[in-house]
């Protein structure tokens, strides 16, 4: 999903709508019944059936949730809304895996191997890139080899993505799987590649045929991780195929992809509980490096309506140059802010993704509808536009801009004189308030001074 463009609904905004209704519905209640409780369980299991999770799945969480929640300690809480919400965020993210996040096994002597399976159209291809980018840019030095003899043009579509991400990939003259992955592994070798990334082949249906080529390739390579690309969008469909692969070679983990699709959510809710296997990695876009590590915890949190501040920071460290920040921080102590670095933050905010997204990681600003975020979206446009018709001197000096520059402005940028005085207006509060906050804040300055190790 690109910046500025909300596509679809996200992958879990309308359970995330339904389950934030149970819990308003029992908020301000002074105590809990047993029939409160039911009523409120049974809302919970409509959602996650409505959102296509396992049936099964759905019958062990909501009576675990229930013998948790009729106990008297949760009767008779003074909070007992949150003492639930407590219980079923635990017993979501036990759902997911766990509270630990599950890395990338490596081999006693590399190169480790990592074969990329799943049915045709699931995303592995460009799972393998994604894959080898986060690899390298943790230090590791992967090599990428797609074993798809099938599909046309499969192997240079994995070089075309895997080059353009300033990956290796190994393209031999073979024609048979075996043989391609072979020469890859003594590539590795001779170079000194430490993981060796296999795009292999899929099928529309699983078959014997793809089942024995895969089991020879594992054979042959003794892998450290077999991952199974599961597309978000097929629903169920994925989990079976899903528990099928595992059942037939043995996966390791799942990666989930499409995250970012409208989709009803439930195949992330029940891979990993129907094969017992973790989701390890999430393709949250069609960009190379929209791809993270797969934490329960904090999507958990971000379907009950409770935010994902970690995440938010994470997003926010990879977008944010340390160098403008720090620039930025001696500029608002100098009370030097100008419309310049007020505009360079909106385009900062942009970068760290759709709006929606990003509010979604706040806590208590997920359950913003959309008119609300599309408004949003529009003032940041709109901001942007109106400073960058300005002279570089009334970004500097606001106080030049009388009635016909604003005038000029407006017509440049596409708006009103209204949208210039409005944004003039808020502008010389924010710069009020930097100013407070950078003449008088000993807690500003201390922010200042750790900012390199915070980073």
């Known amino acids: 999903m690109c910046v500025g463009d909300r596509g679809g609904v996200s992958l879990f905004e309308s359970l995330s709508e339904r389950l934030q209704g149970v819990f308003r519905s029992l908020r301000g209640q002074g105590v809990l019944s047993e029939a409160q409780i039911d009523a409120a369980l049974r809302e919970i299991r409509l959602a996650l059936l409505e959102a296509d999770v396992h049936f099964k799945v759905v019958k062990e969480l909501v009576e675990r949730v229930r013998s948790r929640a009729t106990g008297q300690e949760i009767l008779k809480s003074l909070n007992p809304d949150q003492a639930v919400l407590r219980i079923v965020r635990d017993e979501m993210v036990s759902l997911l895996g766990g509270g630990d996040v599950p890395g990338i096994e490596t081999a006693k002597r590399p190169p480790s191997v990592v074969l990329i399976t799943g049915l045709q159209g699931s995303g592995k291809t460009t799972t393998t890139a994604k894959l080898g980018r986060w690899l390298a840019g943790r230090g590791s030095h992967p090599v990428l080899v797609s074993t798809d003899v099938y599909r046309p043009a499969a192997r240079e579509q994995l070089k075309t993505v895997a080059t353009r991400a300033g990956l ?64 978000a969008l097929t629903g169920q469909d994925a989990v079976r195929s899903a528990d099928e692969f595992h059942r037939r070679i043995g996966i390791t983990g799942i990666v989930l992809t499409k995250l970012d699709g ?53 997003r926010a460290e990879e977008t944010v140059e340390q160098e403008k920040a720090e620039e930025l921080a001696r500029k608002i102590r100098r009370s030097e802010f100008s419309l310049e670095d007020y505009r360079d933050q909106m385009k900062q905010l942009r970068k760290m993704g759709p709006l929606d997204q990003v509010l979604s990681m706040m806590p208590g600003m997920g359950s913003l509808k959309g008119v609300d975020v599309d408004r949003g979206e529009g003032e940041i446009r709109r901001t942007i536009a109106i400073i960058d018709s300005m002279t570089p ?46 003449s008088g804040s000993k807690a500003m300055k201390r922010l200042a001074a750790r900012m390199p190790q915070l980073r």
């Open 262 to 314: 409208d989709s009803r959510g439930g195949a992330a809710l029940s891979a990993t509980a129907v094969t017992g296997r973790p989701i390890k990695f999430a393709g949250l876009g069609e960009k190379v490096e929209a791809f993270e590590p797969f934490e329960p915890a904090r999507m958990v949190s971000r379907i009950l309506g409770m935010g994902d501040v970690l995440g938010l920071i994470a």
């Open 168 to 231: 290796k990939v190994h393209h031999p003259d073979e024609t048979a799987p075996l043989a391609i992955l072979r020469s890859a592994l003594a590539e590795a070798v001779a170079v000194g590649h430490d993981f060796v990334l296999v795009d292999t082949a899929g099928r529309l249906h699983i078959d014997e045929a793809l089942m024995a080529e895969l089991a020879e390739l594992q054979a042959a390579a003794e892998p450290s991780e077999v991952l199974y690309v599961a597309d």
């Open 393 to 438: 001197r009334e970004r500097r000096e606001p106080s030049v801009i009388n009635g016909s520059r604003r005038k000029r402005i407006a017509r440049g940028s596409g708006n009103t004189v209204q949208d210039v005085n409005r944004l003039l207006r808020q502008f010389a509060q924010t710069r009020k308030l930097m100013k407070g906050l950078g």
